[in-house]
């Protein structure tokens, strides 16, 4: 008995470049998809933990460009505007706040870094309240303040790497020409604050000469509170904006959409070209080899049979793309994730491609149905085959 799986394997090693190449193609489908699909999933999640590690719902910041208060609320951004540090008073005696943190970001050029230099990040923060508010940062080194006034600085994990700084150093704000001393590092978050450095807010204000203003005041509110009825308190009060974490995540994926958009074109696209690929190289296949067909059909064989067998040398080509397309995208996800921070104007802290199982089980179903539809009309056409016509075609 002939086994039609052994058949169908050495049908499409009789041309292998072509064969090749049509994996090829199918392959590079399945990649942009799972790493579409990756990105998806990881952009969300990390979105979602960074609004969640903020330690509180909304921020207040002067008014402005909203993008420039979302990058502000999330990444420290350059949106620097001053409010005056007055409204804290304001917004603590509203009835639905249970606490609020005051912050004062600067953001100072150091020619020391790299190359061409860069910026380093100094947030001052009310060391009465800010601990509380991010209670999920934990101490690698050290600790927070001595005193709110003091010349001291708490430094990210990723910050104490770059100024390759340990508890008990001095570290230089360049351009005032002052030292602070470092007197804790935090552990990795995976968020914004591993970048940032931090101060009593009473002294970078000293430092900066900014006094009685601030950049945000970040706003936890009681679980029991109307939210949207506070925002709406929030927004008479003269000079500033408000920023919730739903405005947040709607403002990050209005920017991000139309880079979804494009890639969910190209992902079709490719999707496309290799089902136009698949039938292509089938057809030829079954054109090349009506003789062979007629003789299969004239010994017996049915069309059925005929079909199952270029069906099963269609699927045998997707499913080795889908293979290897699977394994491309595990292999180069941070290359990918690299090239996804390039090209947005926001990328959140931690992995932006994460693919799983279900995730790559739901590119395998994509590539198989890919197969079916693509094997139809060519297992139909040979399955059609007539046997004295096609052994006659090919004597003459």
Known sequence: MINIFNVAYKNLLRKKARSGLTVI?????????VSLLGFNRGYESSLNRDIDNLGFQMIVTAKGCPYEAAT?????????????QSITEQITREPEV???????????FDPNKGESGGYSAYLGVDPATFPQMKSFLEFKQG???????????????EAAELEQREVGDLLLITEKNVEVKVVGILKRT????????????????????INNELTGIGIKVKKEADIARFEEKMYKLPDVQVVSLSQVKQT???????????????????ILISVVGVINTILMSVMERLQEIGILKSMGATAWDIFKLIWLE???????GGVIGSALAMATAKLTEILIRQLLPYSPSGGLVQITL????????????????????????????RPLEAIRSQVE
């Open 72 to 84: 502000l609320m999330l990444k420290g951004g350059t949106g620097l505007r001053y409010m005056p």
């Open 358 to 385: 279900p995730l790559v089980s739901l590119t395998f179903g994509v590539v198989i149905i890919i197969g079916i539809l693509s094997g139809i009309y060519p297992s139909w056409k040979a399955g059609r085959v």
């Open 25 to 33: 193609g199918i392959s590079l489908a399945a990649w942009v998809l």
């Open 143 to 157: 600790n927070w303040f001595t005193n709110p006034d003091a010349l001291e600085a708490v430094l990210g994990y």
């Open 252 to 270: 990050i994926m209005t920017l991000v959409s139309t880079a979804k958009v494009m890639v969910f074109s190209i992902a079709l696209i490719a």
């Open 98 to 108: 249970e606490r609020i943190t005051a912050m004062l970001m600067q953001a100072v």
């Open 190 to 209: 995976g968020t914004q604050d591993d970048g940032t450095i931090f101060l009593p807010l009473n002294a970078v204000q000293k430092i900066f000469g």
């Open 314 to 320: 269609t699927l045998m080509l997707c499913i080795s």
